[in-house]
């Protein structure tokens, strides 16, 4: 079968981003006397939203949802200012965007990120041809939730079947699986290729390019 899209996670796939997230988080417990932490642990506490980013990061192990709901807006707030300030493509991103558009394949993107901030990253790093570009608005239809993806596959004409899904995380390769799309993890993300090979994954890109090969094989 022709594969006609791909679908890609924004953080860690498409872009590196953990410093401005990193930068943002230790800024809102720096506020609070909090303890904070270095880009490594951030990379474990990133894949499933800001709110379950400012869970992991706060001290206490069950905190109140009232200080969870106050440092996410003081997060999004503060992220919202920096998030394009160290963020930058993965070396190669752009080369293979530009080589699925000439292709005519179908780009899209599919985050955990809010909405509004996966929109601003990508305009500001990637190519416009690029859609949609959906990110985080209902808590519940968060990844690995196949709800959105095949809204994306509806919205572009392409059976999911037809549809490559590329992650850096085990969410993401859940959420290929569980639309019944072809699940691709990276090499130069957040998590290790164990982790990804364990959820399911068919495939591990050890650089962006490689996803071409995967195309021409079939």
């Not at 601003?120 to 416009?128: I, M, R, T």
């Not at 090499?187 to 490689?210: M, N, V």
């Amino acid at each position: 079968m022709k594969y006609k899209a791909v679908i890609f996670d924004l953080d860690g796939t498409l872009v590196n981003s953990i410093k401005d997230i990193a930068d943002a988080m230790n800024i809102v417990l720096e506020n609070r006397n909090y303890p904070t932490y270095n880009y490594d642990t951030y990379k474990t506490f990133v894949g499933s939203g800001v709110r379950s980013l400012v869970v992991k990061a706060l001290p206490d192990e069950n905190p109140k949802n009232e200080e969870v709901e106050a440092c996410f807006i003081e997060m999004m707030q503060v992220y919202s200012k920096c998030c394009t300030n160290k963020t930058m493509p993965y070396d190669g991103i752009l080369e293979l965007l530009n080589q699925l558009d000439a292709k005519n394949i179908k780009v899209s993107v599919l985050s955990n990120k809010e909405d509004t901030l996966t929109k601003k990253v990508s305009a500001f790093l990637l190519p416009d041809f690029l859609s949609p570009v959906l990110g985080l608005k209902v808590e519940v239809d968060k990844k690995p939730n196949p709800k959105v993806a095949l809204q994306i596959c509806d919205e572009i004409q392409v059976k999911p079947e037809e549809t490559i899904f590329v992650g850096d995380t085990d969410v993401d390769i859940l959420v290929a699986k569980n639309a019944n799309m072809i699940p691709v993890g990276v090499s130069w993300g957040f998590r290790d290729k164990e982790s990804l090979i364990d959820a399911g994954a068919t495939h591990i890109l050890e650089h962006p390019l490689d996803l071409m090969k995967i195309l021409e094989r079939v």
